[in-house]
């Protein structure tokens, strides 16, 4: 099939890219000139495990390009996907749907033939009936589908997600999109991938629902790490132990410093919205969103407490900065508001981070950033593990503990156990695990 993807950043970008590597013909636009030139040679900006290699081989084989110009994409696309940004809007929380509905209104303008228009940014309720009403005022003579088909996958395992998803959920309004649609993804229903057909609105309220139910999974097990500390426990083994039960599920039960990216706090924000709107609060939403804000401030007291009450003067080595690994994406990421804490008290940190320390040194260029976890141990009165890379899974943690002037461990992801750091003189601090 012949396919235009509107909005060439993270979701669009890996869903052109799958979509081509299906074997469809896809054609990625994007308004940054230079961001074209750069994908239309292979290169790309943000880290993302595959992608790269799955950019080159696809546009070897002629099946993906770029352009700045919906002309050349959109007239004789079968298929245009809409996937540009719905940030939080400044001041009131709501999705800022500005860009999709100016793709809405310029995509119309070049369709021809019959065409389906599909929604991936993640978007509010009613949204898709909107972008139908955009593209009939501006193009009366188009033959359009509006469809939401709302994306599922994660950062860091992007294209596996992609190609082997739990379910594809699509929304349609009228009978005739689901032929296109099911001939679209038969790659992956040949793989027996549900494809789950709804109504428009359904789909996109899924979504949200989904996001904001794995947020408040996080937060749930994030709560009860605060009780184990109190009353004595192990929240690892409590959440085995809930995790075995099928209708829980063991996954998204890691307790941490808080759920960050691009996606939880932006999409749990604007469900909140949106549920206000109708008057038909969400109140376990709201609440999520209140204890995840506090989690930060309660790192870092967490941390403060494991160097003795006092951090000022004395060096905080932070290990792992982005919101979780395998990503360079630094947006809503825990360690802000936690190494922000501690530079107020007065500490020096010193951070590293495999993927994340140039997005991290835009946002904070009063943290020394290191080289590597060692050199971030050198003279350190605690080391702080906040993002669960692999490569602080094994540190040599001898050489560790002879680098810093205190052996202080606060693990933040519960990486390690008591027993492997103790041998070591390490006093160590998990999260919801005896001390
Ligand atoms: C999330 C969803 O998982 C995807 O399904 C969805 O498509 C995506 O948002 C989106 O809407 O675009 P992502 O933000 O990439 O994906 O990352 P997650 O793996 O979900 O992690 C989110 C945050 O939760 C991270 O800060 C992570 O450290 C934290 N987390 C996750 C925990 O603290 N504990 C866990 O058990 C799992």
Redesign the pocket.
């Known amino acids: 099939m012949k396919v235009a993807i509107v909005g060439s950043g993270?979701?669009g970008l890996v869903t052109g890219v799958c979509l081509a590597d299906f074997g469809h013909e896809v054609v990625c636009v994007d308004n940054d000139q230079t961001k074209v030139d750069r994908l239309s040679r292979g290169e790309i900006s943000i880290h993302e495990p595959g992608l790269g290699e799955l950019i080159k081989s696809n546009l070897a084989a002629g099946r993906l390009s770029f352009t700045s110009a919906l002309s050349e994409a959109v007239p004789t696309a079968e298929m245009v996907f809409i996937s540009v940004g719905t940030p939080s809007r400044r001041g009131d929380g709501h999705a800022d749907l500005s860009y999709v509905y100016a793709a809405a209104e310029a995509v119309a303008g070049h369709l021809s033939g019959f065409t389906v228009v599909v929604t991936k940014s993640?978007v509010p309720v009613g949204t898709g009936d909107e972008v139908a009403r955009i593209v009939d005022s501006a193009n009366p003579d188009a033959d359009v589908e509006v469809v939401s088909n709302?994306?599922?996958?994660?950062?860091?395992?992007?294209i596996d997600?992609f190609k082997r998803p739990d379910r594809i959920v699509i929304g349609i309004a009228n009978e005739r999109a689901r032929t296109p649609m099911a001939e679209l993804y038969r790659p992956l229903y040949l793989n027996q991938a549900p494809l789950m057909f709804t109504d428009r609105r359904t789909a996109e309220l899924t979504?949200y629902a989904?996001?904001a139910f794995?947020?408040m999974?996080?937060t749930f097990?994030?709560e009860m790490a605060d009780l184990c500390e109190a009353a004595g426990g192990d929240v690892q083994q409590v959440?085995r132990g809930m995790g075995l039960d099928n209708r829980i599920g063991p996954?998204?039960?890691?307790?941490?410093?808080?759920?960050?990216?691009?996606?939880?706090p932006k999409?749990t924000l604007a469900l909140v919205k949106i549920a206000q709107d109708f008057g038909s609060p969400m109140r376990l939403v709201e609440t999520t969103i209140s204890i995840n804000d506090q989690r930060k401030a309660a790192m870092s007291r967490k941390i403060v407490a494991a160097c003795g009450g006092e951090v000022r003067r004395k060096t905080i080595g932070v290990l792992g900065l982005t919101?979780?690994?395998n990503?360079d994406?630094m947006r809503?990421?825990?360690s802000i508001d936690i190494i922000g804490d501690l530079l107020d008290k007065g500490a020096r940190v010193v951070a590293y981070d495999p993927q994340g320390m140039r997005a991290a040194a835009e946002l904070m260029d009063n943290v020394e950033y290191a080289a590597s976890a060692y050199a971030v141990a050198e003279n350190a009165d605690a080391l702080v593990i906040v993002?669960?890379w692999n490569e602080f899974r094994s540190l040599d943690l001898a050489r560790l503990r002879r680098a810093m002037a205190s052996p202080v461990l606060v693990d933040l992801?519960n990486v390690y156990s008591y027993e492997e750091v103790a041998k070591h003189g390490f006093t160590y601090f998990s999260v919801g695990r005896p001390d």
């Open positions: 993270y979701v993640t709302p994306e599922f996958l994660r950062e860091g395992s992007a997600d979504k989904a996001n794995l947020a999974k996080i097990i994030n959440a996954k998204f039960l890691h307790a941490g410093p808080g759920f960050g990216g691009s996606c939880f999409d919101f979780k690994p990503t994406d809503e990421a825990p993002t669960e992801r």
